[in-house]
């Protein structure tokens, strides 16, 4: 099949064989409070708040609520449990109040701190070679803790029959890996009637891509906060507008590498391993590797501007004419829509928006090759975080300069994509449409001024 479609199924092909390797299998996040065997038996996932009330009911901070009225037809055993997330699982999940969120409603929403959520703060999201010494000392140490303290609130569902509960089987992931995984599970190709659609999935070639990638960003920059206690901490964006090679790709700051790709292990990510590691191994049994079996993982890989047909990073002029397109989305929104800002901007369209070919987001994850090049594992990699907090910022400089809303997202028959679709695997349930509104709704803001322009790259 010629043409971007044909090299999508090409890059793809061998990555989705081996994930098809667990069809069987689940991997996702759930709260630790909501795995037990009365939990799953009774579909309620209410946890005891402080005040020894599900969902802090007593305490004014939520309550339980009943989805079933809400629900839609049960999910057959041969299509994705994922569609009808999370109430496949929990039919009776926390609602709650103000500014309180969390699984259990013991957590503030975006931008709130406090007992009482009442606190509103604002963060700066700024360029990581514009951090001090400190600071980005600060950063590597945090993400190191991130990689090897185990999740307190969210353990790793691992199963050979996901529609079976009897088998479920749950590990301690840490939070980075919670992170990772999370991602790893929304690649998932989609099941519908025991078949697998290999290049369908929650989080990409869809209006969902830019909200998914921004709550989940929010979702580590939170939890980080959380373990640190440090309510200021934000996660850094990586300008790669106009680079000639990865400037950031150094021992000082993201990793050199060596000739295999191998980070070097002067990196402040040399330790790091990817989980889960679906790729050269062979799995006859009817589990997926998993997280307690380490040496079934392979370290972070890594080879910037080797892939012949992405050489170069998007230029400013193709930021410059991604903004341009004025329309969110466009049928058949997927990775075919022309005149779509969403697909310029995840790149399967060109910045002029008619010319199907990798470009912006895409061609960041092929230029750097290795593990970011692999999709499915690709947030096994820092650099991710830092590629998807530019994504971010161009989108939201697109909300911004279209004054867009909620009401902006576009009805559409794609799974898992429609407005009011909740994004996986996230608790609580937060609607596709619920982040095309302003970074400051969520507690940040972003550097305009930067360190980069044209004129000083081109210098």
């Not at 449990?81 to 975006?110: A, I, M, Q, V």
Request: contains cysteine; charged residues 20%.
């Amino acid at each position: 099949m010629p043409g971007l479609r044909g090299q999508f199924y090409t890059d793809m092909l061998g990555i989705c064989i081996v994930l098809m390797i667990c069809l069987s299998a689940v991997h996702s996040q759930f709260p630790r409070a909501c795995t037990t065997e009365a939990a799953f038996r009774t579909k309620t996932c209410c946890p005891l708040w402080k005040d020894n009330s599900p969902c802090g009911s007593l305490s004014g901070r939520g309550r339980c609520r009943d989805w079933t009225p809400l629900r839609r037809n049960k999910i057959p055993q041969v299509n994705d449990d994922r569609l009808d997330w999370p109430r496949f699982y929990y039919e009776n999940t926390c609602e709650c109040h103000g500014n309180y969120s969390g699984f259990d409603c013991g957590d503030c929403k975006h931008g709130y701190f406090g007992d009482k959520c009442d606190r509103k703060k604002m963060i700066i999201r700024r360029e990581i070679r514009e951090l001090s010494f400190l600071e980005k000392k600060r950063l590597f140490s945090y993400l190191a803790l991130a990689k090897t303290t185990k999740s307190k609130d969210f353990v790793v569902l691992i199963t050979g029959d996901r529609h079976h509960r009897e088998t479920y089987r749950f590990i301690d992931a840490s939070l980075y890996d919670v992170f990772a995984w999370m991602h790893y599970y929304a690649m998932k190709p989609i099941l519908i009637n025991n078949t697998f659609d290999l290049i369908k999935n929650f989080a990409h070639q869809g209006p969902s891509f830019p909200g998914w990638h921004r709550l989940a960003i929010l979702f580590l920059e939170r939890q980080i906060q959380l373990m640190t206690g440090d309510e200021d901490f934000s996660i850094p964006y990586y300008d790669w507008r106009g680079e000639k090679n990865c400037s950031i790709c150094t021992d000082d700051l993201l990793g050199n590498n060596n000739a295999q790709g191998i980070l070097t292990p002067y990196s402040h990510f040399s330790f790091w391993k990817v989980v889960p590691m679906t790729l050269g191994f062979n799995y006859p049994d009817a589990y997926c590797p998993t997280a307690d079996t380490e040496y079934k993982m392979e370290r972070l890989h890594r080879k910037p501007g080797t892939t012949p047909y992405a050489l170069n990073m998007p230029t400013f002029l193709d930021v410059e004419n991604t903004l341009k397109l004025k329309e969110f989305d466009t049928p058949p929104f997927n990775e075919t829509s022309l005149l779509s800002f969403r697909n310029a901007l995840e790149g399967f369209l060109a910045p002029d928006g008619v010319t199907l070919k990798r470009s912006m987001h895409n061609l960041i994850h092929i230029y750097l090759g290795g593990t970011m090049s692999q999709i499915p594992i690709s947030s096994n990699d820092p650099i991710f975080i830092l590629h998807h907090s530019y994504v971010d910022k161009i989108f939201e400089q697109w909300i911004a300069k279209y004054n867009a809303s909620p009401s902006t997202y576009p009805e559409n028959n794609e799974l898992g994509q429609s407005p009011t679709d909740c994004i996986i695997p996230f608790f609580p349930c937060y609607q596709n449409k619920d982040f095309i509104r302003k970074s400051t709704e969520f507690g940040y803001l972003w550097n305009y001024g930067g360190v980069r322009t044209a004129k000083t790259q081109s210098s």
